[in-house]
């Protein structure tokens, strides 16, 4: 079974930044719905942001103005861009994405049965 793969995780000070991206581990025709989501150890599982194929993305408040989503659909793959990182955005990242035509919101249900990834980790220090 195709999965998403994470890459672009690593530590950085308060105040910077990362880009992570994710592509898919073997040929799939195109994830038409793609996003974001993290845990921070004793934590429950926050959507992040995601986007579709109408290119509308959809932030949580908490990224808002800092972290930006983007779908390159030709090489099917996904990146984050975080800036402004801050000790709270420490967290494992994961990528998520199906084939639906549009995202569902970030808190429903729907986003457990995609394809997700193995996660890639952030940990930001201030």
């Known amino acids: 079974q195709v999965q998403p793969v994470e890459s672009g995780g690593g530590s950085v000070q308060a105040g910077g930044s990362l880009r992570l991206s994710c592509a898919a581990s073997?040929?799939?025709?195109?994830?038409?719905?793609m996003g974001w989501f993290r845990q921070a150890p004793g934590q429950e599982r926050e959507g992040v942001a995601s986007?579709?194929?109408?290119?509308?993305?959809s932030y949580a408040d908490s990224v808002k103005g800092r972290f930006t989503i983007s779908k390159d659909n030709d090489k099917n793959t996904l990146h984050l861009q975080m800036d402004s990182l801050d000790p709270e955005d420490t967290a494992m990242y994961y990528c998520?994405?199906?084939?639906?035509?549009?995202?569902?919101?970030?808190?429903?249900?729907?986003?457990?049965?995609?394809?997700w990834g193995q996660g890639t980790q952030v940990t930001v220090s201030s």
């Open positions: 986007i579709d194929t109408l290119r509308s993305p």
């Open positions: 998520v994405a199906s084939h639906y035509s549009q995202c569902p919101p970030m808190a429903h249900r729907a986003w457990l049965s995609m394809d």
């Open positions: 073997g040929y799939t025709t195109r994830w038409n719905c």
